[in-house]
């Protein structure tokens, strides 16, 4: 193990919290830092668009860590303050406060920024995005019964948020630039299931790009489509992708393409790691670089970064080889997903069905296990995870 002394994790989410355990974990005892954009103490997520949203859940249940487990931690905490630049060579992080971290080794875990439209980059009443506690609770603030809720965006966080919003009683239409959204994460059959779903509870899915969010009286009216119709709405939600959080790290050296770039080991260069949303680094079967907003990714990756960065350059590193997972939760059915089922070119049922909405797929790629999905089915995924992490073959059979 290096002799650190002084290590910093900017970013407070999952990831941060996650990298600075674990390098307690692994016996690393001196001042260690952990530097927090939000005022909040490190929460989760991925409830954000779900329980949060839909008031079943209070912001205190999203805590990862309570006060107690934080001072154990011994963790120099600073809330509310943005990182503003990385100085290598005089191994501090400059803070927006003024103040500065001196770290010998820091690893980067400032996830990522969502996406505005135009019209709506700066804030604009009745038009939100969804990525903290805060957006949560303005936009629950709009979901009464009746309210016309226009989200768009056919990913995973649009689909919650549509399934959230019209079980609260909104008017829900779900504008998406696909045939068939979430196709391409969990494939066409799972896919169309749940677009069944959103249209049998109410979800108007409505095909078309948007151009602009629309305004009257200093508030978003609904949006402006490429096409140049428009569709009105009394919120608008903007779950349109996000982007690196790393433009603090310009000119600090360390390589920025689709965030963070890392090797195997998710190391970005000497003494800088990161972790999470904002780490692009090698994938082992393809080499590609990529990166992963995965909640399970967050904390898995945060304790490859401490465990390498522990081990210095000439330990005992362990290269990041994940198995992508992610789950998601609409009309009270787990979807959870293992791999990447969006680029099968077969799907088959191994158990279920899809006409009982229980079952567990495989999905094949050139003969081989490239992802499993599945809906309450979680025992029998369990089973398939090995299949996709192995990239087994599949016995041939009918397309």
């Known amino acids: 193990m290096t002799a650190l ?50 008031g079943k859940w209070q912001p205190d249940r999203l805590v990862l860590r309570g006060p107690e487990a934080l001072h154990q931690l011994a963790v120099d905490l600073r809330l509310g303050v943005r990182a503003e630049r990385l100085d290598r060579r005089d191994r501090t992080v400059r803070l927006a406060d003024g103040g500065r971290v001196r770290c010998e080794a820091v690893i ?52 919650e948020a549509a399934a959230t919003a019209v079980e609260l009683g909104a008017e829900v239409t779900w504008l998406v630039s696909t045939a068939t959204p979430l196709a391409g994460v969990l ?36 949006v402006r489509l490429a096409d140049g119709s428009q569709l009105a709405a009394d919120a608008v939600l903007m779950a349109v992708g996000s982007e690196p959080a790393t433009e603090w790290l310009a000119g600090s050296g360390v390589l920025l393409d689709d965030g963070v770039v890392c090797d195997a080991y998710c190391a970005a260069g000497p003494g800088v790691w990161a972790a999470g949303d904002t ?26 970064a401490a465990r390498n960065l522990l081990a210095g350059p000439d330990g005992a590193r362990q290269a990041y080889e994940p198995v992508p997972y992610l789950w998601t939760d609409q009309y009270g059915l787990r ?27 495989v999905c094949v790629r050139d003969g081989l296990v490239c992802g499993a999905v ?24 009918p397309a």
């Open 187 to 222: 494939g066409r059959e799972t896919a169309a299931l749940l677009a069944g779903l959103h249209r049998e509870h109410g979800v108007r899915i409505r095909r078309g790009v948007a151009a602009a969010v629309t305004e009257r009286h200093g508030r978003a009216s609904g």
């Open 108 to 159: 980067l875990a400032t996830g990522v920024r969502p996406r505005r439209l135009p019209g709506a980059e700066a804030p604009l009443a009745g038009a939100h995005v969804l990525r903290t506690l805060a957006d949560a609770l303005a936009l629950r603030e709009e979901l009464r019964a009746g309210a016309r809720l226009l989200v768009v965006g056919g990913g995973l966080l649009g689909a």
């Open 279 to 304: 780490a692009s680094w090698p994938d082992p079967r393809t080499g590609r670089h990529r990166r992963l907003e995965q909640r399970t990714n967050a904390s898995e990756q945060a304790l490859y």
């Open 5 to 54: 002394r002084e290590v910093a994790v900017v970013g407070a989410g999952a990831a941060g919290l996650h990298a600075a355990e674990a390098l307690r974990r692994a016996g690393y005892d001196g001042r260690l830092t952990l530097i927090g954009a939000e005022d909040e103490p490190p929460y989760d997520r991925p409830p954000l668009s779900k329980h949060l949203l839909s």
């Open 374 to 397: 599945g809906i309450a089915s979680a025992r029998a995924m369990r089973g398939l995870r090995a299949r996709v992490a192995a990239h087994s073959p599949w016995p041939t059979g």
């Open 335 to 361: 979807v959870q997903a293992f791999g990447r089922p969006g680029g099968a070119e077969r799907f088959e049922v191994v158990d279920g069905s899809l006409a009982e909405r229980r079952f567990a797929a």
